[in-house]
């Protein structure tokens, strides 16, 4: 079955630093990769669609500085959050989707804590 | 009105007990409904997934989807206190990439 990695799944950081969070589909081509956001007891919050080779499309109200995303290859997109501050911390989670599939797999997911 | 509406719950039943989760939707170019299941602090996994009208059958799980009425369910039979877990339906079309979920409704199936 479809596969993704996330990593890390935790981590813990200072404001004002730089964070970067990677995302694998381990066993198959992901076409198209998303970055959602989920705060406590919250649904999951689409931040931006990644197509490998081409800039990331950001939902309304994500900051595209401050959450750059890269879609380097076609089973790799990693998410950096930039100048971390404590609002930043939440649980970020990756989800991929290869050519032909309408279904998303989904990473663990990773949970930043901005100190 | 949100596009999805989901009851967070939460939804507390003895083991054993059949299991009744529902999403109502608004947008009526949904045709990809998908139900997940998210434990604490992980990453939600694919339970169900439909393509259009009708009912389909994983084991214990059932899916129905009611595009008329703009409702779908999951029914959970013999639930198990392993199936506590938050719930979330999810759904796309009318051509667009994106999956839009609902709230989550929170399970906790007591042994």
């Known amino acids: 079955g479809a596969v993704v990695s996330q990593h890390p799944s935790w981590v813990i950081c200072k404001s004002g630093t730089s964070v970067k969070i990677e995302c694998r589909s381990l066993d198959f081509q992901a076409t198209t990769m998303f970055w959602y956001r989920q705060f406590p007891k919250q649904s999951l919050m689409l931040m931006a669609t990644s197509n490998e080779g081409s800039k990331a499309t950001y939902e309304q109200g994500v900051e595209k500085d401050k959450f750059l995303i890269n879609h380097a290859s076609l089973t790799l997109s990693t998410l950096t959050v930039t100048s971390a501050h404590p609002e930043d911390s939440s649980f970020y989670i990756c989800?991929?989707?290869?050519?032909?599939?309408?279904?998303?797999?989904f990473g663990a997911g990773s949970r930043l804590t901005v100190l | 009105q949100k596009e999805v509406e989901q009851d967070p719950g939460p939804l507390s039943v003895p083991e054993g007990a059949i299991v009744s989760l529902n999403c109502t939707y608004s947008n009526s170019a949904f045709q990809y409904f998908m139900w997940y299941r998210q434990y604490s602090r992980k990453g939600p996994e694919l339970l169900m997934y439909?393509?259009?009208?009708g009912n389909k059958e994983d084991g214990r799980f059932t899916a129905q989807v009611d595009k008329s009425s703009k409702y779908i369910s999951l029914f959970i039979r013999d639930s198990q206190p392993s199936d506590s877990a938050t719930y979330l339906c999810a759904m796309r079309g009318g051509g667009s990439e994106k999956l839009v979920f609902g709230k989550g409704t929170k399970l906790t199936v007591n042994p």
């Open positions: 989800s991929a989707r290869r050519a032909g599939a309408n279904v998303l797999t």
């Open positions: 439909t393509y259009s009208s």
